[in-house]
């Protein structure tokens, strides 16, 4: 009997462990599928798309200062294996960052803890609490280091500290971090600050292990742990950061201004509180083993709560958003262990389980309808490709303002034959008054209010008041395009 509730259990795993990943890749591929876009989300895609056109023309280590290639070389790689061109390749690859961080999230959740764990952790951060916003503001360097990368490196770290097999975590470790310090700039920040810190908590647990309650030098630690992380997002102005660690903790950042609501709006209340709770966890769980695991994963997420509280750094909001990391496991450790806790208390266990459904519901609503809607940080958008094959097939020359940009990488042949001209939206004024303009093409984002609100736009106005007259009008969920031709 207990072979046969084994083998119901573990084929309960398996399907919801199938069940997660399954609707984690159709939700994140859903938008790209339906919609066919052309280029990935967020403004930072066209820095990186220069980096990669550099590296592919003068293939160096690390050709820049301010930005590690890691990515660009995975784009180039993907680019020469699939055939197609750069933006094509990550406008697919973000969603599969997406799904390989809550892959590397289960993985490490899975081997620190239980299985129990790595599913709960598994099915909060895949499903509610995933770091999207980075993903399409375009910070693929991020989601590749800080969600695909650090929970393996982490991993084998936590293997180096508690498993026999030393030489192949540590192998591991080492490749996993030169790809960390290839990849982001920010990440290796972190990385390093978690790296730091637990080593030193860990290797003064074994140093005092038989003199002190492990226990007591735990709590002594973690708080000295917090002191060290503060001095090292400080730049290691240890004797000008002597000030009020709790002060310091809980102010509130200046640039973005993150209250707790902020954290849990961003990656889902129950995740972020769950989160804190899997601290109390660390000291008192009921996971007797695992102490490594615990202060590594544990000092992961005060490092990123520190450094989202961090207003010298040029992004503190994204730290708190990466927060989402540690905290799905170590609020599905907090589940697990308040759920043993309750034992022989049935209608408490059937409450504490629908509490986490109700709370974590709207969260992944909000973000399946997010990813199955057209993606409103795609810059170059239908719109776009509708008007860029009417140049394409016009004998006319176009004058174009867009807003944003790509224009001038996916009309690059056109603006270097002659056939577009891009311009600033200032400009139009300017161009309206010259004879030879043959189209010229305005953008105009569409509002609730639209077309009403089209007078309001001055870009629109000022062809309508030149006497010319929209002859195409090209639209999406994200852009309207107005085409006024004198010819």
Not at 14 to 25: C, E, K, R, S
Not at 71 to 78: D, E, M, P, Q, S
Not at 350 to 356: G, R, Y
């Amino acid at each position: 009997m207990k072979k046969l509730a084994s083998i119901i259990r573990s084929r309960w795993f398996l399907i919801g462990t199938v069940g997660i990943f399954a609707v984690t890749v159709v939700s994140s591929y859903w938008g790209v599928m339906k919609f066919g876009y052309v280029v990935p989300p967020g403004d930072d895609i066209i820095p990186h798309w220069h980096i990669i056109q550099y590296l592919m023309a003068k293939p160096t280590i690390w050709p820049f200062d301010s930005y590690p290639p890691g990515l660009h070389y995975l784009v180039i790689g993907l680019t020469y294996l699939s055939g197609k061109e750069a933006l094509i390749v990550m406008a697919y690859l973000w969603p599969g960052l997406l799904v390989l961080s809550s892959l590397s999230v289960y993985w490490l959740a899975t081997k620190a803890f239980s299985k129990k764990v790595g599913l709960i952790a598994f099915a909060l951060y895949a499903l509610a609490a995933s770091p999207l916003q980075t993903a399409t503001d375009g910070g693929l360097p991020n989601v590749l280091a800080t969600g695909v990368i650090m929970p393996i490196s982490l991993l084998c770290w936590i293997g180096i500290w508690s498993e026999k097999n030393k030489l192949a975590y540590s192998v591991g470790f080492i490749i996993s971090s030169i790809l960390i310090i290839l990849t982001h700039h920010l990440s290796t920040l972190v990385w390093l600050s978690v790296i730091a810190v637990s080593g030193v908590i860990l290797a003064s647990i074994r140093v005092f292990r038989a003199k002190v309650s492990q226990r007591v030098w735990l709590i002594v630690l973690v708080v000295a742990s917090l002191a060290a992380i503060y001095g090292l997002f400080e730049r290691l102005e240890v004797f000008h950061q002597a000030r009020s660690l709790l002060l310091v903790s809980l102010r509130p950042a200046e640039s973005p201004n993150w209250q707790a609501i902020d954290y849990s709006r961003s990656f889902s209340g129950v995740v972020f509180q769950f989160g804190l709770l899997g601290l109390i966890a660390i000291v008192w769980s009921r996971f007797r083993p695992n102490l490594t695991a615990k202060i590594v994963i544990g000092t992961w997420l005060l490092v990123y709560f520190t450094g989202s509280r961090q207003t010298w750094l040029i992004e503190p909001g994204r730290l708190a958003r990466d927060m989402a990391l540690p905290a799905s496991i170590l609020a599905g450790l907090a589940i697990i262990d308040f759920y043993r806790f309750l034992k022989g208390y049935k209608l408490l266990r059937i409450t504490l389980v629908i509490a986490i459904l109700l709370s974590v519901l709207p969260f992944m609503r909000q973000r399946i309808n997010h990813l199955a809607s057209y993606e409103p940080m795609i810059r170059f958008s239908s719109a776009d490709k509708m008007l860029l094959d009417q140049i394409r097939t016009s004998p006319n020359k176009f004058v174009l303002a867009p807003k944003v940009g790509f224009w001038d990488i996916e009309a690059r042949k056109e603006v270097a034959n002659g056939q577009v001209r891009l311009i600033k939206p200032e400009e139009v004024k300017t161009y309206l008054k010259l004879s030879q303009l043959e189209c010229l093409a305005v953008s105009l984002y569409p509002t609730n209010s639209w077309p009403e609100s089209l007078s309001d736009d001055t870009d629109y106005q000022l062809a309508v008041g030149a006497g010319l007259i929209p002859k195409l009008t090209l639209a999406d969920p994200n852009k309207i395009w107005y085409v006024f031709c004198t010819q």
